[in-house]
């Protein structure tokens, strides 16, 4: 058995209730054997048993009180899975499906996104299975100061440095971060998409969108498309779906949907994303809104991948939101280009699929990194006290993004999987960990 599917099945049998995360770590170690079962060096390093298995997981009690003096107790994570590189970076995501499984999963994925990036971030998730849905202000404030009661033992500018993801955004981040000062004492950049006047940084809440549109734009052009003439179907309508509708928007595509968890809109005007910002980010209310301000658009309960018609699709909503058969779809009603907003929003069969019928594919590992990416740039802004101005922050945002596309699709070409980027982002983002890992010994 080569070393990549012996390591795959002690992890199966080692994590057997972990399904996301046998998935995301199934698609990397496939796409890792042609380097490291021809090369002995990285077995007898025990490279991959070491790189699969987190340097910490840190479960903890989070008991808040609502408006009501009622007590309630959720469970907090933080899985530091990998600092070879630079300090555990990644995000806390608050959503009722949390679970160990889904935050190892997110946080493997991390290693090779941060790695990607080409800047000193190690890889890292965390999160709770709270709902903000329907909690007031106070309750959000409470929640994330208890929050934080636990976790400023773990994290610190040097150490962890934790962020935005579902269902935590500027407003959770400033809770967290007074929490923290409020502990430590210190101010520093222990967070990243901090609000302006306490060290975040410019274009950080537009990151991610903009980014995904910068390499669909590269992607695009190298293989002698438009973005203008596309037709793009977007899911989702938080903070990645927002900025990915309005930069696709300000470079001349037609964006035709978004959704939420209830349902989807398809506006064939193109959608208009100050109404989805208003109805989103300042009111927090249900997608079916929409139709308050645009009449004439259609709004449908499910899936909008089982409904839209598009040549390019950016699913900005969640893990394994496209399946095989909607796959099958989006191929046979002409789309050629998909490319991941979300962190895996495409399941395994719904990317071979892709992959077979030489769909332009680009993972969320590399075209998604542009959020975390600029954190990053938050955090060096905030290391020699200073900030950027908007243009020079997206200016770098679009040059770290077009040079993961050229990256990605040299280790394509190198390992003859040419326009596999699944296995290009693996390959090229796994080489620099594995190399700052054998650097450092068996630690
Ligand atoms: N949650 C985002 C991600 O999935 C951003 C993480 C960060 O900025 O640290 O990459």
Redesign the pocket.
């Known amino acids: 058995m080569k070393y990549s599917e012996r390591v795959l099945e002690e992890l199966k049998k080692n994590n057997p209730h972990q399904p996301e995360f046998i998935q995301a770590a199934t698609e990397v170690l496939e796409s890792l054997s042609p380097v490291v079962d021809t090369d002995p060096k990285y077995e007898k390093a025990g490279l991959l048993e070491r790189l699969v298995e987190p340097e910490r997981t840190i479960m903890f009690r989070i008991p808040w009180v609502d408006d009501n003096g009622e007590v309630h107790v959720n469970r907090g994570y933080r899985v530091q899975f990998n600092s070879a590189i630079g300090p555990y970076?990644?995000?806390l995501r608050l959503h009722p499906s949390v679970n160990l499984s889904i935050i190892k999963f997110?946080g493997f994925e991390?290693i090779f996104?941060n790695s990607l990036t080409g800047l000193p971030i190690g890889g890292a998730k965390g999160g709770s299975d709270f709902d903000p849905k329907g909690k007031s202000d106070m309750e959000i404030m409470r929640f994330c100061q208890a929050f934080m009661n636990e976790l400023y033992k773990y994290v610190g500018a040097d150490e962890d440095?934790?962020?935005?993801?579902i269902g935590t955004g500027a407003r959770e981040v400033g809770y967290l971060y007074g929490q923290y000062k409020k502990l430590t004492n210190r101010s520093e950049g222990v967070l990243?998409?901090k609000g302006l006047s306490f060290g975040g940084s410019l274009a950080r809440t537009e990151a991610?969108g903009y980014g995904l549109v910068y390499i669909t734009e590269e992607l695009l052009k190298d293989h002698g498309k438009n973005i203008q003439d596309a037709r793009i179907a977007v899911s989702g309508s938080g903070n990645v779906a927002i900025y990915a509708i309005e930069k696709a928007e300000q470079l001349g595509a037609k964006v035709i949907s978004c959704s939420d968890s209830t349902g989807y809109i398809i506006d064939e005007n193109g959608i208009d994303v100050d109404a989805v910002k208003q109805i989103k980010e300042v009111e927090r209310k249900r997608i079916k809104e929409y139709l308050n301000y645009h009449p004439e658009a259609t709004y449908g309960e499910g899936s909008v991948w089982d409904n839209v018609i598009c040549d390019v699709a950016l699913p900005c909503a969640t893990q394994n939101e496209i399946n095989k058969a909607e796959a099958q779809r989006l191929a046979d009603s002409g789309c050629y280009a998909v490319c991941e907003g979300a962190?895996m929003p495409t399941n395994a069969e719904a990317t071979e699929l892709f992959l077979e019928r030489d769909i332009l594919f680009l993972p969320g590992k590399a075209s998604?990194?542009g959020?975390?990416a600029t954190?990053a740039l938050e955090m060096g802004q905030n290391s020699i006290r200073s900030s950027w101005t908007f243009d020079e922050v997206d200016a770098k945002l679009k040059g770290i993004m077009i040079n993961i596309y050229y990256h990605m699709k040299e280790a394509c070409e190198q390992f003859d999987a040419k326009d596999n980027f699944v296995a290009g982002a693996n390959i090229a983002g796994f080489m620099k960990v594995a190399d700052a890992m054998m650097a450092q010994g068996i630690v």
Do not use: E
Not at 161 to 165: E, L, R
């Open positions: 970076k990644g995000g997110l991390q996104k440095v934790p962020a935005g993801d990243t998409g991610t962190n998604n990194a959020g975390v954190s």
